[in-house]
């Protein structure tokens, strides 16, 4: 077997001097806000054993000798060899079963199977509009907050209910802009994409327009208690003190504490506001709230919380590549989210996402545009490099769904995503 240079070890297994690399569960959910980093006390160990059951520790940077440098499934968690014989996400075919689903969680609602009105490009210039608005609606709002300490939410109400025709028109103009980067402060990104994802989730179940509005508003808010949470504590880039990381999780509390005051409480945004870091396994905050016990809308957006997170770029993080994000999301199904919503947010935003970069088996690059719900492994691309990762003349639309075979007729297929910045390719920077 080859050789790894990491281990999965259990945390009663851990010493003084391990580099620990990866969680069995994500970063944000702990006070460990830096990706990686050296156990330095008995403090880290008992602070790790009261987040994880496994970790995973670096053999080469590790500073003892008696770290194993080869793997085992043998004792490895019980989750974890269930995923290893797993087959990759590329390879799955998820069952469609939207109405399903859908009838199980939302049977007193009547649902509804949306069909496409309009393409990508026909959108993408109505779409830009429509973020420029809420983005602008909801900076409005927040700058009221810290100036007088209202929470008003008239203007939100009005940008949401154009974002919401646009997703339902085609969600991939919404989903293509909600995972670009920008300048704008990690929060106030986070709360207009998370707007954009939970609706188009949401579209994928086949909600009603009345609910998607609701959760639109919810996904722009779930997170507005950390309006409340010192800014230095939010971009601090070291591990949080367990004061500082209390702190952190009462943005829940203030988030309630500041919807109650506007005196409309929505129930489906308070849920989302209290319960979106709840976790499926019982583990999350701050009611510790175990599979059904958890709203529906709060598991909703518990899942658009987690994978904006890591998919953007943070003080304290490294950003993943959509396609990544998506892999790391499957991973945790069943464990920190309801399995079955995790498979049916995957096929709302792909396996291989809007703005996903990706290289092809002739070795081009380019970056997915639409497709991605439709057609899973073969969406319409943007083709920016060529074979020797050179900016190509001219870029060019390839619709994997009609071609089939490289100019020297080899199969052409996606061969991997890559992280945002490969090869110097942003996909906010491309001019189309």
């Not at 704008?184 to 990104?189: L, N, Q, S, T, V």
């Not at 919503?341 to 545009?369: H, K, M």
């Not at 991605?372 to 050179?390: A, F």
């Amino acid at each position: 077997m080859a050789e790894l240079t990491s281990v999965v070890t259990a945390v009663s297994d851990l010493e003084i001097g391990m580099y620990v690399t990866a969680l069995d569960r994500p970063w944000m959910e702990t006070s460990f806000m830096v990706q990686g980093f050296y156990i330095t006390s008995q403090a880290d160990i008992e602070e790790l054993e009261r987040h994880c059951k496994f970790v995973y520790i670096d053999v080469y940077r590790s500073k003892l000798g008696n770290v194993r440098r080869t793997s085992r499934v043998m004792g490895r968690p019980k989750i974890l060899q269930q995923r290893m014989q797993e087959p990759a996400i590329e390879t799955v075919k998820f069952r469609s079963r939207s109405t399903d689903i859908g009838k199980e969680l939302f049977g007193h609602l009547k649902l509804k199977k949306y069909e496409d009105t309009v393409g990508f490009g026909e959108e993408l210039g109505r779409a830009k509009a429509v973020f420029a608005d809420l983005s602008r609606a909801f900076a409005d709002m927040m700058e009221k907050f810290l100036a007088d300490s209202v929470l008003d939410l008239s203007g939100i109400r009005e940008a949401v209910n154009p974002m919401v025709e646009s997703v339902l028109r085609n969600p991939d103009a919404c989903v293509w802009l909600a995972g670009l980067r920008n300048e704008d402060g990690y929060a106030y990104r986070h709360a207009v994409s998370a707007s954009a994802w939970v609706v188009a989730f949401g579209r994928r179940l086949g909600l009603p327009a009345v609910v998607l509005q609701r959760l639109a508003t919810g996904g722009l808010l779930f997170d507005i208690g950390k309006l409340r949470v010192p800014k230095e504590l939010l971009e601090k880039c070291e591990r949080l003190t367990p004061g500082e990381f209390q702190l952190l999780k009462s943005h829940v509390e203030f988030g309630m504490e500041m919807l109650k005051d506007t005196g409309t409480l929505n129930r489906t945004v308070a849920d989302m506001i209290e319960s979106h870091h709840e976790r499926h396994g019982g583990h999350g905050y701050p009611h510790g709230l175990k599979g059904d016990d958890i709203p529906v809308f709060a598991r909703i957006a518990a899942i658009v919380d987690c994978y904006d997170a890591i998919t953007s770029q943070r003080p304290y993080a490294t950003v993943l590549s959509p396609g990544h994000a998506v892999k790391k999301m499957y991973a945790w199904r069943g464990v920190d989210f309801q399995a079955e919503l995790v498979e049916e947010f995957i096929q709302a935003v792909g396996v291989y996402p809007a703005g996903t970069l990706v290289e092809l088996s002739n070795g081009e690059v380019g970056v997915v545009q639409s497709g991605y719900r439709t057609r899973g492994l073969r969406p319409q691309l943007l083709m920016v490099l060529d074979q020797n990762k050179q900016p190509l003349r001219e870029m060019h639309p390839v619709d994997l769904g009609a071609v089939r075979q490289d100019a020297t007729g080899a199969a052409l297929d996606i061969s991997t995503s890559l992280e945002p910045g490969s090869f110097g390719v942003y996909a906010d920077e491309l001019n189309y």
